[in-house]
């Protein structure tokens, strides 16, 4: 690892949390117009179309058959599976919900890398994880019995949950072979043969439908939330261990939170204010490391 290959990590996945934290309000919005299966497969062609464009030279994208079914594997579980469950469960209960339980993501991926023994069973990095998951339990737990939650929209949020933390443990030993382009183009490009016939099914009739705002957010959704963000978050793995780039999720509520409050003039509770301190307390604590980790060095992609 370069010197300063670990800070723009870091920079690539701070931003891609900012990024996903704006995307709960936009699927919010967007589901009302457009069916699940279209806006996913809409999504992910736009995503594909934008990655494929960035590296037109099919060298780039040659890989050898085991490494393909390597990708349909992770495809299955993110975006197929990941985006599935959260689609509906943001569409069936409310964000604040959907926020809390993606926040989870990271005590799940700890288990399953300790158990694969990707991750040693550090305090520091253990302490950090329960303090910002506190954190996100205090900023949002007030608010569970709001109008609009549901416990199937939780449920299938928890789904998006378990395939998260897989691929993010199983997509370590991919980055030691696959360039982060690689994998993202491929797993948008595995996904639509999932989303595309089941797109199919919804008809055509939403696309009268359609309002500037609309198409903008699928815009958002499709180039920035998906093609770019996801860039950013292999690049980060590349780099970083599994946790460290597991935990920053828990960002993303804060994320959400302040723009709720600040785009849909939600009150800003003291609750609210604590429970963000608590998650950014329990990052930077994740971040300490005397040693590094067995994944925290893999060759550049």
């Known amino acids: 690892m370069t010197p300063t290959s670990k800070p723009r990590a870091y920079t690539a996945l701070l931003s891609a949390m900012l990024v996903w934290g704006f995307s709960f309000l936009a699927i919010k919005h967007v ?15 736009l995503a594909t179309l934008v990655l494929g464009a960035i590296v037109w030279n099919r060298r780039a994208f040659r890989l050898p058959r085991r490494d393909m079914w390597l990708l349909a594997g992770l495809a ?12 509906y ?9 959907v926020a809390v339980l993606i926040a989870t993501i990271p005590i799940a991926v700890y ?10 069973a550090r305090w520091l990095k253990t302490l950090g994880i329960l303090v910002a998951y506190v954190g996100v339990i205090l900023m949002i737990g007030f608010g569970q019995s709001e109008e609009g939650a549901s416990l199937w929209g939780d449920l299938l949020v928890l789904g998006a949950v378990v395939c998260a933390a897989a691929r993010t443990s199983l997509i370590k030993d991919a980055l030691t072979r696959i360039t982060p382009l690689q994998l993202t183009f491929y797993q948008f490009l595995f996904s639509l043969l999932v ?19 609309a198409i903008l957010e699928i815009l958002f959704l499709g180039i920035i939330c998906s093609a770019a963000a996801f860039l950013a978050l292999h690049y980060a793995l590349s780099h970083l261990a599994a946790t ?7 960002l993303v509520p804060v994320v959400t939170l302040l723009a709720e409050v600040t785009i849909l003039g939600s009150l800003l ?29 893999i060759v550049e992609g």
């Open 111 to 120: 288990l399953i890398a300790f158990v694969r023994k990707q991750e040693r």
């Open 269 to 297: 509770t003291l609750p609210k204010v604590g429970g963000t301190l608590l998650v950014v307390l329990g990052v930077v604590l994740t971040q300490i490391t005397t040693t590094p980790d067995r994944t925290s060095i």
């Open 195 to 213: 989303f595309g016939p089941l797109a199919a099914t919804d008809g055509a009739a939403w696309i009268g439908q359609l309002t500037a705002l």
């Open 244 to 250: 460290q780039v597991a935990v920053t999720a828990n």
């Open 76 to 87: 299955a579980l993110s975006p197929v599976g990941y985006f599935f469950f959260e689609t």
């Open 89 to 97: 469960g943001v569409a069936l209960t409310q964000p604040s919900h």
């Open 31 to 45: 589901i009302v117009v457009v069916p699940v299966f279209s806006l996913l497969f809409v999504r992910f062609l």
